[in-house]
């Protein structure tokens, strides 16, 4: 089963020039804390953007091409699904845009943490989807230099 973890400004904004817009210690921890000894799945940029590999995780990521680093490589996206759309395994999507996009359809669960700020310079957006075909509930609500957040768990009905 595959679940996103995604912070996300108020317009969807998820990045810029191949960084993150929104810098929340609570944030970096609820992921390292949700995502810790999981596989986590990303797209080729999202990997060029981390400093190595996350550790205590299956560093997977989608790529057309082969290079060092990642636990696996995936270059066939319909595959991986086969492989486990079925399976009781939670593996995080962890972005960016092209991959949330992809793997939306396929995802049970969402962790959002949804920033209370726009960014008119984001780069790279969530996907559009309908709330209603998912239960919301609030895990927390907090605020951080000046940003205000909640995190926010979407299951699909
Ligand atoms: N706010 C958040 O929670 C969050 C989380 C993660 C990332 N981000 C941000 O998102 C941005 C990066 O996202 P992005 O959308 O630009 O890029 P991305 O989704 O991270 O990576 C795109 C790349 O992944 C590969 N790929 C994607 N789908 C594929 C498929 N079906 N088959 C084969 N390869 C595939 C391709 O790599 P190749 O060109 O190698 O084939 C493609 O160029 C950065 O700014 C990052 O900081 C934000």
Not at 133 to 145: H, Q, R, V
């Amino acid at each position: 089963m595959f679940t996103i973890i995604a912070a996300i400004g108020k317009n969807n904004e998820l990045g810029k020039n191949n960084e993150l817009i929104f810098h929340l210690k609570e944030d970096m921890k609820f992921f390292r804390e949700k995502t810790d000894g999981h596989k986590i799945v990303m797209g080729h940029k999202t990997w060029d953007s981390l400093p190595g590999k996350l550790k205590n995780r299956e560093n997977i990521v989608i790529s057309r091409h082969d290079f060092p680093g990642p636990d696996r490589i995936i270059h066939d996206f319909n595959q991986f699904i086969d492989e486990y759309k079925d399976s009781d395994e939670e593996i995080f999507v962890i972005g960016g845009g092209t991959v949330y996009h992809q793997f939306l359809p396929y995802a049970k669960t969402l962790y959002l943490t949804e920033v209370k700020k726009t960014d008119s310079s984001a780069t790279t957006f969530f996907p559009e989807f309908d709330k209603s075909d998912y239960k919301k509930e609030i895990i927390k609500k907090g605020s951080e230099d000046d940003l205000s957040y909640t995190f926010a768990k979407y299951t699909k009905i």
